[in-house]
């Protein structure tokens, strides 16, 4: 490895766990780290001389690596994130590659010496976690068509998924996360960020119902290691074939949570603009349903969580996009749906939306 990456001298191989001492990952601005400096890791590091562009991110620094007609993503993680979530994220690829190994997820690469993440540190800085991963090929789900047909080929994968994480845990599995359903009611906070006082007040309702009907039965609910970020960015679709589903990607907010908050995460990123409010969604949990049956008890709140996941969205990113503008247009991304969610959902009767999902699974 050569010795001009960093500004300042620097020890080359760092492989002490010392985590940086920083408070909040979500407030602090993604690392430093140039092209050429990428290219100069990618080839010494882990064998791979690659053209190197940048992916978008939104805590990590994200890099494209093509290595002929192969692709992979070498991530820089952000240095305030422990270091054993890191290594939390990885176990998880690696578990679910040797139980499901037909499962679209990314593939850890190994380093030339076989490890699965290397540690970049530079005297006067934090250290910053590398990792490279395979790189899906496909279109982002928010890109092609939906179907019905494709809501449940993602409903199915969600699924087996959730199957394949069924057996794995880590100690840092029960890491705090802003973007945990069991800690919604933590985001009350941020509704002031919200200018509009009639969305404001549609925000607060479904948290008072996420408060009144949900929360006090989480505890009882099955809980398991869970990806909790199935939007239409983390989601690829096959190119030639737009009902199959090619790439679940960014493990990122994986957490030890109760198993329906996947499906309510998946689910919340499904909606109609015409016909029930509740149609599309009902595509893709009846097939996770039949892949995956859900307790009485998970679908009597799955309306609750769903809405949640919602007013999560509008409430996080409002918050962090008036505080990154710079990156105000990736943070917002999924708030506009967000909004006509709740506001198609404020439609419903928490009765009228459990007996359709009810209907939709066959568990009348």
Same mark, same amino acid.
């Given at each position: 490895m050569h010795h001009d990456l960093c500004e300042t001298p620097r020890n080359s191989y760092m492989t002490t766990t010392q985590l940086p001492d920083i408070v909040s990952l979500l407030d602090t601005a993604s690392p430093v780290l140039s092209m050429p400096q990428v290219g100069e890791i990618a080839r010494d590091v882990f064998g791979l001389t690659a053209a190197v562009s940048e992916l978008a991110g939104e805590r990590d620094r994200n890099f494209h690596l093509r290595v002929g007609e192969t692709h992979y993503v070498l991530k820089v993680s952000n240095p305030a994130e422990d270091r054993q979530v890191i290594d939390f994220q990885t176990g998880a690829l690696l578990h679910i590659a040797s139980v499901d190994p037909g499962l679209p997820v990314p593939r850890?690469?190994?380093?030339?010496?076989? *490890? +699965?993440?290397?540690?970049?540190?530079? &005297?006067?800085?934090?250290?910053?976690?590398?990792?490279?991963?395979?790189?899906?090929?496909?279109? %982002?789900?928010?890109? @092609?068509?939906?179907?019905?047909?494709?809501?449940?080929?993602?409903?199915?994968?969600? *699924?087996?998924?959730? /199957? =394949? /994480?069924?057996?794995?845990?880590?100690? =840092?599995?029960?890491?705090? /996360?802003?973007?945990?359903?069991?800690? $919604?009611?933590?985001?009350?906070?941020?509704? @002031?960020? #919200?200018?509009?006082?009639?969305?404001? $007040?549609? &925000?607060?309702?479904?948290?008072?119902?996420?408060?009144?009907? &949900?929360?006090? @039965?989480?505890?009882? /609910?099955? $809980?398991? !290691?869970?990806?909790?970020?199935?939007?239409?960015?983390? !989601?690829?679709?096959?190119?030639?074939?737009?009902?199959? #589903?090619?790439? #679940?990607?960014?493990?990122?907010?994986?957490?030890? =949570?109760?198993? !329906?908050?996947?499906?309510?995460?998946? +689910? &919340?990123?499904?909606?109609?603009?015409?016909?029930?409010?509740?149609?599309?969604? +009902?595509?893709?949990? $009846? +097939?996770?349903?039949? !892949?995956? %049956?859900?307790? %009485?008890?998970?679908?009597?709140?799955?309306f609750d969580l769903i809405a949640t996941r919602m007013v999560l969205t509008v409430a996080i990113t409002g918050w962090r996009a008036a505080r990154h503008p710079e990156n105000e247009a990736y943070i917002l991304r999924n708030n506009p749906q967000a909004w006509a969610g709740l506001e198609r959902f404020d439609s419903l009767t928490r009765t009228d939306a459990q007996a359709y999902l009810r209907q939709a699974c066959h568990a009348e």
């Open positions: 850890v690469i190994p380093t030339r010496s076989g *490890a +699965a993440e290397w540690l970049l540190t530079c &005297a006067g800085q934090e250290p910053r976690v590398i990792r490279v991963l395979s790189f899906l090929q496909g279109e %982002p789900l928010y890109r @092609v068509p939906t179907s019905a047909m494709l809501r449940r080929n993602l409903g199915r994968d969600a *699924a087996r998924l959730d /199957l =394949a /994480l069924r057996g794995f845990f880590h100690p =840092a599995a029960g890491h705090e /996360l802003m973007w945990d359903l069991k800690h $919604a009611i933590r985001v009350r906070d941020l509704l @002031v960020h #919200i200018q509009d006082r009639e969305q404001r $007040a549609l &925000a607060e309702r479904f948290l008072d119902n996420f408060e009144t009907n &949900a929360l006090p @039965v989480l505890p009882r /609910l099955r $809980a398991q !290691v869970i990806h909790n970020d199935l939007n239409p960015h983390n !989601v690829l679709v096959s190119t030639s074939e737009h009902s199959r #589903i090619a790439g #679940i990607i960014d493990f990122g907010d994986m957490v030890h =949570a109760p198993l !329906v908050n996947n499906l309510a995460v998946a +689910a &919340a990123y499904q909606l109609a603009s015409t016909g029930h409010p509740l149609e599309a969604m +009902a595509d893709l949990i $009846a +097939a996770y349903h039949s !892949v995956l %049956p859900l307790e %009485p008890i998970e679908l009597e709140i799955l």
